[in-house]
């Protein structure tokens, strides 16, 4: 059986059981008609119309199913063409993009503005969340693409890619007694009320990590999960901030004569990686593929391509 005998049945039905409106509707033959019917008769082994001579008189019983059923397969292949017909208009539709506040804030402007030039046609939505709900949104078709530090890389069904390595950076008003110190150690810092990022973002957790290696338990007195409102903290005098690189590298307050002096604490807490995920099964449009070039120099639409074919799945920075 084919589609080309659905559709002739289904529109025989439709003119009245008359063939030869029916050719004229589908432009082909009358005998062709016939033959394609007699065979799906044959192969299903029922009579689907009633014949006087040549001529269709009526639709039998199984024949009213058989049109139930071929309504709906014929219904089901139109909405693939939809489908195809939207997907395949690469340079217009709709990217969602799942990730955290930090890198919508701080990562993506410069990408999208980017994205924006190259691909005017489509609509960027930002859907903000912890890691964990970044790995669920994609997981369950709710966003094509999604960047965080935690979680991606772990969850069942995701294939992800490194973007880029940064490390915690400390911040402290200019005027605190720690600012003139250039190498400051675990024990220093303990010592002092902390603002930082709540448990499951930012890599708290290998920050709690190296202070009970050293036997130590931070004062963490506020977590948050804005890196601007853990900077606000700081300079109302709450504690010293911990916050990921890229929030003070463009500040002009965290710059030589700011307000804000901030020291590197990779040597602490070790290097982080943001990656960015898509699900395992995913159709990626070319405008997805231009948004991770655009996020990441590191990113090329090949490497991807391997990834999703499972050939890149152990590649690292």
């Not at 062709?32 to 082994?45: D, M, P, R, T």
């Not at 490194?162 to 915690?168: D, K, S, T, V």
């Not at 190296?210 to 700081?234: H, M, R």
């Not at 490497?303 to 152990?314: D, N, P, S, V």
Request: neutral net charge.
């Amino acid at each position: 059986m084919n589609l080309h005998q659905f559709r002739f049945i289904q529109e025989a039905a439709r003119r009245n059981l008359n063939l030869t409106e029916t050719a004229k509707a589908l432009y082909t033959s009358q005998p062709g008609i016939s033959k394609a019917i007699l065979e799906l008769e044959e192969e299903l082994g029922i009579d689907i119309f009633v014949r006087h001579g040549k001529r269709l008189k009526r639709i039998t019983e199984p024949g009213q199913r058989v049109l139930q059923a071929v309504d709906v397969i014929l219904r089901e292949v139109a909405n693939l063409k939809r489908i195809g017909e939207e997907y395949s208009k690469q340079d217009s539709g709709t990217l969602v993009i799942a990730t955290t506040h930090t890198q919508a804030r701080y990562l993506l402007p410069g990408p999208l503005v980017a994205l924006r030039k190259r691909h005017p046609k489509v609509v960027v939505t930002l859907l903000e969340a912890a890691p964990p709900q970044v790995a669920q949104m994609l997981l369950e078709d709710r966003a094509d693409v999604g960047l965080a530090t935690e979680a991606l890389a772990g969850t069942e069904g995701l294939l992800s890619l490194p973007c880029y390595e940064w490390q915690h950076m400390l911040v402290m008003p200019a005027d605190h007694p720690l600012a003139a110190t250039e190498r400051l150690t675990l024990e220093q810092i303990a010592r002092e009320p902390v603002v930082s990022y709540s448990a499951a973002y930012a890599g708290r957790t290998r920050i709690d990590q190296a202070f009970a290696l050293k036997g130590l338990s931070p004062q963490v007195v506020l977590e948050a999960t804005d890196a601007d409102v853990i900077k606000t903290y700081v300079r109302h005098g709450m504690g010293l901030g911990i916050v990921p690189e890229i929030t003070v590298k463009d500040d002009p307050a965290c710059a030589a004569g700011g307000d804000l002096v901030v020291r590197p604490m990779g040597q602490f807490f070790g290097r982080n990686t943001t990656r960015i995920a898509f699900k395992r099964s995913a159709y990626l449009r070319s405008f997805v593929y231009t948004f991770a070039e655009l996020v990441s120099e590191r990113m090329n639409r090949s490497l991807i391509e391997k990834l999703m074919a499972g050939q890149a799945e152990h590649y690292e920075l």
